[in-house]
């Protein structure tokens, strides 16, 4: 199983950016489905979730401006990022729950003020 994400890349402050997370290889059944970040010096820690029947969840700091999403039939997973802020700026990964948890590698979105 792998998962390939892209989307990342640099915008301005108040800008948006849209991720996209696609698991591919032997799978029988996608279950929870999430991003996650890492910025420099700190650990990593949950952006948003989304189970198989569509149930989200979201850090704090990124209510009401971040959108995650999935297509079952694809096995992939967005984030729609919006109104974003300097302290946005990270290593998005991406996680799936499937026989176990697998994370992609990651992709940099930087935001400047």
């Known amino acids: 199983v792998q998962l390939q994400a892209s989307g990342g890349g640099l915008v301005q402050a108040g800008g948006s950016l849209r991720l996209s997370c696609a698991a591919s290889?032997?799978?029988?059944?996608?279950?929870?489905m999430g991003w996650y970040r890492q910025a420099p010096g700190k650990q990593r820690e949950l952006v948003a979730t989304?189970?198989?029947?569509?149930?989200?969840n979201y850090a704090d700091s990124v209510k009401g401006r971040f959108t995650i999403s999935r297509e079952n039939a694809k096995n992939t997973v967005y984030l729609q990022m919006n109104s974003l802020k300097p302290e946005d700026t990270a290593v998005y990964y991406c996680?799936?729950?499937?026989?176990?948890?697998?994370w992609g590698k990651g992709t940099q979105v930087t935001v400047s003020s």
């Open positions: 996680n799936a729950q499937i026989y176990r948890d697998y």
């Open positions: 290889g032997s799978i029988f059944r996608v279950n929870t």
């Open positions: 989304i189970t198989i029947d569509g149930s989200t």
